[in-house]
């Protein structure tokens, strides 16, 4: 367990960083319960963060801002596993979330699976995608994580054709 202790000039930094943490993930629905076990802090102690940065906001020693709640808002998702992802089309490449994908109908899905699978099907390192990636900067980058949408956008209609061949079975 994490113990905040407010004379030590070290937690200065970690304590704001963990209020504004648990006043953004708050907001997106976390419980302090949630947050407490997560962050790894005392019972209770994930409350008096978010109070304490609610404070802040109050008396304008801090200031909301929308790049702080976009950071809280991907964190909240990856750690939730609606993650970004990136596919290509016909005129480039795009990003949207996991959800958004789920939510297309399987036309739609089916044509970024297709043009992202031919886009790798192009590439001259399509047989190093399964290696491990480099330490540091990885050059294949943008191909591992289309490789990792086809991957996604194929487990989706896996699912809604096992759903559809269920619910005729059943009728």
Request: aromatic letters at 10%; hydrophobic letters at 30%.
């Amino acid at each position: 367990m994490v113990q905040l202790t407010d004379n030590e000039e070290s937690n200065g930094e970690y304590r704001a960083y963990l209020e504004e943490a648990c006043f953004h993930l708050h907001k997106k629905g976390l419980s302090f319960e949630e947050l407490s076990t997560k962050l790894e802090l005392q019972p209770g102690e994930a409350e008096q963060l978010y109070r304490s940065y609610e404070n802040k906001l109050k008396n304008g020693s801090v200031v909301e801002d929308v790049i702080d709640s976009r950071l809280w808002a991907d964190v909240h998702d990856d750690a939730t596993g609606n993650e970004k992802i990136t596919f290509a089309r016909d005129n480039g490449f795009y990003h949207c979330k996991r959800s958004d994908l789920e939510e297309m109908d399987s036309t739609a899905l089916m044509a970024i699976f297709e043009t992202s699978k031919k886009f790798l099907d192009y590439d001259i390192y399509k047989r190093y995608l399964n290696s491990k990636p480099p330490v540091g900067y990885d050059p294949m980058a943008l191909q591992r994580q289309v490789s990792r949408a086809t991957t996604l956008i194929e487990e989706i209609l896996r699912q809604r054709y096992d759903r559809e061949k269920n619910s005729k079975k059943e009728s």
